[in-house]
């Protein structure tokens, strides 16, 4: 990990910490708060390119970003810790982090909940069943539930590539041609 991206990750994981300390006081309802506060956050960052301008540019000064993000927490109707903590990332100018701390937020809100999160790519669109028995058969593995995360890549020709924290299993037919090929080369 380069520097800047360590310096960036260490700043969003100790907001996270705090925010996710604070709603853990709250108990459940601080929790289930969050949670929505972290869905609402994400999708607003995922389809607003002026959000993450406002987020990203240095152009704008801390009482520009600290206004334009109170309003936005005003019309999500985020929670008042959440807004409170946006408020002063905006006023220490740490806005830039907020990608990383919503991703160590999810993160610390599955370990709560005893999820995890299993990113699954296929070279097509997993059906309910399949994707529910996948599910299971790797909540039986990790002992945890799992919450499935699908992307579709046709340049696998079939089968899957799954994720589950630092561990990948590749049953993809591309990766298998790949290992024959390296093989025959062997040969050689």
Request: a positive charge; proline letters at 2%.
């Amino acid at each position: 990990m380069s520097e800047p991206a360590s310096i960036s990750t260490g700043i969003a994981q100790r907001y996270a910490s705090a925010v996710f300390d604070i709603a853990l006081e709250g108990k459940a309802k601080g929790m289930t708060a969050l949670e929505k506060d972290v869905d609402a956050l994400e999708a607003a960052l995922a389809a607003s390119d002026d959000l993450r301008t406002l987020t990203s540019s240095p152009i704008y000064t801390r009482e520009e970003q600290s206004a334009a993000i109170a309003g936005v927490a005003k019309k999500m109707k985020l929670s008042p810790t959440t807004a409170s903590v946006l408020g002063l990332m905006a006023s220490k100018r740490r806005l830039f982090v907020l990608p990383q701390m919503i991703a160590a937020l999810r993160g610390r809100i599955a370990d709560e909940k005893g999820e995890v999160t299993a990113d699954v790519t296929s070279a097509k669109a997993l059906t309910k069943a399949q994707s529910d028995k996948l599910a299971k058969s790797l909540s039986k593995q990790t002992g945890k539930t799992v919450k499935i995360t699908e992307t579709v890549d046709e340049s696998l020709i079939g089968g899957l590539v799954v994720k589950v924290g630092s561990k990948m299993i590749d049953t993809s037919i591309a990766s298998k041609l790949k290992a024959l090929q390296n093989s025959m080369k062997e040969v050689r």
